[in-house]
């Protein structure tokens, strides 16, 4: 194999998918519970990449919270150890209600951990390889890329986009700092494993995929397997047999 192509793919991790696990994932005239969602393993390897700032407060400050730790959840009382979803789960489980979500907690600990060292070997630089990435994703859509946190009495509430913050301060560029270019799920740098948008931020040492090229359409990320040009370009890149990339140049 020498080439692998990824479409619509969040190398740095989605806020989108971060915000579904806090508030349930819409689906048609239903939405998926928190408490369904986190037990599915592969929701979590979707959050945001430890090296990304994930979250800001109110007044457009990145915070250090740890994502991936479940202190972080449990002070924020979000997913299963928001007190509405937690009372849920008691009701539906009945008599062993204690030990489930006791045991649901643990899981959701260990897999917390697991996302974090899941994302880490995803971005590691690999031993020398042929492979190339070839990249497909959308970049006119401005789409989250962190969440702002916003209480509402006592309670914390992580907000997607800015529209959704009651009390903004005055002054803060919310949608500076929550969107960046995408496809409405994934940003243009996660697709690209970069902390940041701008091009003249040199890209982490330790956020690395080995990229042939990419290429960007002006396509919603649900939309982008039907895309004309994607599946044009997807079928130039799969039958051409002389790469690129591998091409030595014209001699002079």
């Keep these: 194999m020498r080439k692998l192509i990824l479409l619509g793919t969040p190398n740095m991790g989605s806020a989108s998918s971060l915000h579904a696990f806090l508030t349930g994932e819409p689906v048609v005239f239903r939405r998926i519970p928190q408490e369904v969602l986190a037990t599915m393993p592969s929701g979590y390897q979707l959050f945001p990449h430890p090296l990304v700032t994930w979250l800001i407060d109110v007044s457009g400050n990145s915070t250090d919270d740890d994502l991936f730790d479940g202190k972080t959840w449990r002070r924020y009382r979000w997913s299963i150890f928001d007190p509405v979803v937690d009372a849920r789960i008691r009701a539906e489980r009945g008599a062993d209600a204690t030990a489930y979500v006791a045991a649901l907690q643990r899981y959701f600990d260990y897999r917390l951990e697991r996302a974090r060292r899941f994302l880490w070997a995803m971005s ?129």
């Excluded at 995408?182 to 740098?189: E, I, Q």
């Design 124 to 252: 590691t630089p690999e031993p020398s390889t042929p492979i190339r990435y070839v990249l497909f994703g959308g970049d006119c859509a401005m789409t989250p890329a962190r969440l702002a946190l916003e209480m509402e009495g006592e309670t914390p509430v992580a907000r997607l986009r800015p529209d959704a913050i009651i009390h903004p301060v005055p002054g803060v560029r919310y949608d500076e700092l929550m969107l960046e270019p995408g496809d409405g799920s994934v940003t243009k740098p996660s697709l690209l494993a970069r902390e940041a948008l701008d091009p003249t931020v040199p890209q982490s040492e330790d956020s690395f995929i080995p990229i042939a090229y990419w290429f960007f359409l002006c396509e919603h990320h649900a939309r982008l397997t039907g895309n004309v040009s994607f599946q044009d370009n997807l079928l130039n890149v799969l039958l051409t047999r002389n790469l690129p990339w591998e091409m030595q140049p014209a001699s002079k």
